[in-house]
């Protein structure tokens, strides 16, 4: 299993945007869910969206109506579009399937601040 490849990262004022990409193998991919994760130091990794391999899509509560994720299956690629974003949205942030595998990809760091 070749790892995820995250991107899209950077640093942004409180209330912009961003949108992530990640590119993860698998001939299969279509078929899987796919989630979008994050981690702080401390913390635990904490799963931030969802999505199936129909399109159906969850959210964590503190991302409700601010972040949306999507798939594109002929690209292998996953999409995570994030709006209104907050300095607690700072983390470093990884795709994988669901319920996720090894290997994680290296992750892509989102930093909102002044």
């Known amino acids: 299993q070749v790892q995820p490849v995250e991107s899209g990262g950077g640093l942004v004022q409180p209330g912009g945007s961003l949108k992530l990409s990640c590119l993860a193998s698998?001939?299969?991919?279509?078929?899987?869910?796919m989630g979008w994760y994050r981690q702080v130091p401390g913390k635990e990794r904490e799963l931030v969206a969802l999505i199936t391999s129909v399109g159906s899509t969850t959210y964590a509560n503190s991302v409700k109506g601010r972040f949306t994720v999507s798939r594109d299956n002929a690209k292998n690629t996953v999409y995570l579009q994030m709006n209104s974003l907050q300095p607690e949205d700072t983390a470093v942030y990884y795709c994988?399937?669901?319920?996720?595998?090894?290997?994680w990809g290296r992750g892509t760091q989102v930093t909102v601040s002044t």
């Open positions: 994988n399937f669901n319920p996720p595998r090894d290997p």
């Open positions: 698998g001939r299969y991919f279509s078929i899987y869910t």
